[in-house]
Structure formats: structure tokens, C-alpha cells
């Protein structure tokens, strides 16, 4: 990765400290109006390093007093594929079997509202922390939608800020509205329920 590209990230999450440390992000996150959500884009070839930076990010607020929780949907899907006992025949079977059908029944296995969000809400349960960051996004793509997954968390997080790390763009047209779209590459999918984080981490 260049040298302008790490120091673009190493500013934006200088920032990020600064604003989620910060009395203004409590204040939205705690209204009743708003569902408290942020969206952290960033180029997907940074991936690895922004990786490290949410890590150093969460160590630093952690020592500031505010917990927080990760959540990365990629060790999360592993996780349950383990627990069903399928993970090592998918591995087998998955080299032979038709994209779609296997693209089908890791959506099934993997089922958002059944299965991911009961798994976030028992972590949610057992967690002090004072906000959640949801990574991953890219690598559990197709099977799991980022859109998907924030629409059915969102009464999970009524007193709890979540910000997700998200490998491309979310942005703002005539005709869609706001729209999250992967890698910069894959056509937009509509979600407008959340705050765009570098417009408030200034």
C-alpha cells in the first residue's frame, strides 16, 4: 500500500478517535430519533491495514473508558458453520458444486434474521461495551448483505452505537438515495438509516 494511502487512513482514524471519544457522538447515538449507526468507507486495498487500525482504535478507546465490542462477520460465520458442524464438508464439497447451489445453501446456513442476529444479540447480552464495530463486511460477501444485516439489527441498538467498516462507498443520488456500495465496484444497495462517519469525525 502507498505511502499517501496510509497516512489518508492514519488522519481518518486519528479523527475517529477524537469524535467517538467525544460528547457530540454520545448525544446522537442516545437520541430516540435516529438509529445509531455509522458507516466507515474506505478504499478495499487498505483492507489490511485499516484492519490494524480498528484494532489500535479499539485498544485506545478501551483505555479512554469506552469499551467496545467487534463483531467481524467472517470470524462470526466461521464460528456458526463450526458449531452446525458443516464447515469442513463445505470445504470439501465446495470445489465440485454449483456456484448457486452453494451460494443458496451458505445463505441458508447462514440465514441473517435466524441465525446471525441471535448470534450479535448473545455477545450484545454479555458485553459492558459502550459501542460495537462491525468489520468483515467485504469477506462474507455475497452471502451475507451488509443492507440485509443493518436493517435486522436495528432494535438491538437503541442505547448502543454500532459503526460499520465498510470496503467501499456509501453515497448520496437523486434517483436511489443513500446507497452501500461494495468495493466501489458492485451495484448500490439502498440503506439510509445511518450517519455517514467521516462527515462527523471532522
Do not use: W
Not at 464447515?87 to 451458505?106: A, C, H, T, V, Y
Not at 447462514?110 to 447480552?125: A, F, G, S, Y
Amino acid at each position: 500500500m502507498d505511502k499517501a494511502l496510509v497516512q489518508q487512513v492514519d488522519k481518518k482514524f486519528q479523527k475517529y478517535h477524537a469524535f467517538l471519544c467525544s460528547k457530540r457522538f454520545h448525544e446522537i447515538a442516545a437520541s430516540r430519533n435516529e438509529v445509531p449507526f455509522f458507516i466507515s468507507t474506505f478504499p478495499p486495498q487498505a483492507q489490511n491495514y485499516v484492519d490494524k487500525s480498528i484494532l489500535n482504535l479499539k485498544k485506545r478507546l478501551s483505555g479512554d473508558g469506552f469499551e467496545v465490542l467487534l463483531v467481524n462477520l467472517y470470524d462470526l460465520s466461521l464460528e456458526i458453520l463450526e458449531k452446525k458442524k458443516t464447515l469442513r464438508l463445505l470445504m470439501k464439497k465446495e470445489p465440485d458444486m454449483n456456484k448457486d447451489r452453494f451460494l443458496k445453501g451458505m445463505q441458508a446456513m447462514l440465514d441473517v434474521e435466524k441465525t446471525i442476529v441471535p448470534e450479535i444479540e448473545q455477545r450484545l447480552k454479555k458485553s459492558q461495551c459502550r459501542m460495537v464495530f462491525l468489520t468483515g463486511v467485504g469477506l462474507v460477501y455475497p452471502y451475507i448483505r451488509t443492507h440485509n444485516i443493518l436493517s435486522n439489527i436495528q432494535r438491538l441498538f437503541k442505547d448502543r452505537p454500532l459503526v460499520v467498516f465498510f470496503p467501499g462507498k456509501y453515497q448520496y443520488n437523486r434517483s436511489k438515495g443513500y446507497t452501500l456500495n461494495l468495493f466501489g465496484l458492485m451495484p448500490g444497495d439502498n440503506y439510509y438509516r445511518a450517519f455517514d462517519l467521516d462527515e462527523y469525525a471532522v
